[in-house]
């Protein structure tokens, strides 16, 4: 699966707060259309580098999160975008 993942044209990244046992850890998802990788850990760059590497040749959908600014090949989530245009937004009224 994780080789699939690493030959995806565009795949998909995000990571969200998960608890556990009362400890902050972050559920990573990795998606492309026939795989879908999940993993709890810590909210660090090893998490992606130890499923894809910094050779990952294809494109990266993701929010603004700072580590995955090692790809070149990245694009930015739509929704993230339009979240922070409205807060932006909102800052002028």
């Known amino acids: 699966m994780i080789a699939e993942l690493k030959a995806a044209g565009l795949l998909h990244i995000d990571e969200t707060p998960?608890?556990?046992?009362?400890?902050?850890?972050?559920?990573?998802?990795?998606?492309?259309?026939?795989?879908?990788?999940y993993?709890?850990?810590k909210r660090h760059r090893l998490v992606?580098?130890?499923?894809?590497?910094?050779?990952?040749?294809?494109?990266l959908m993701t929010?603004?999160?700072?580590?995955?600014?090692?790809?070149?090949r990245r694009l930015r989530c739509w929704a993230h975008l339009v979240r922070k245009a409205r807060a932006l937004y909102q800052c002028l009224e």
């Open 63 to 72: 929010d603004g999160y700072s580590v995955y600014r090692i790809f070149p």
């Open 18 to 37: 998960w608890k556990e046992a009362g400890q902050l850890f972050w559920l990573w998802v990795f998606v492309r259309p026939q795989t879908v990788i």
């Open 39 to 41: 993993q709890v850990g």
């Open 48 to 59: 992606v580098n130890q499923l894809l590497g910094e050779a990952f040749c294809g494109l």
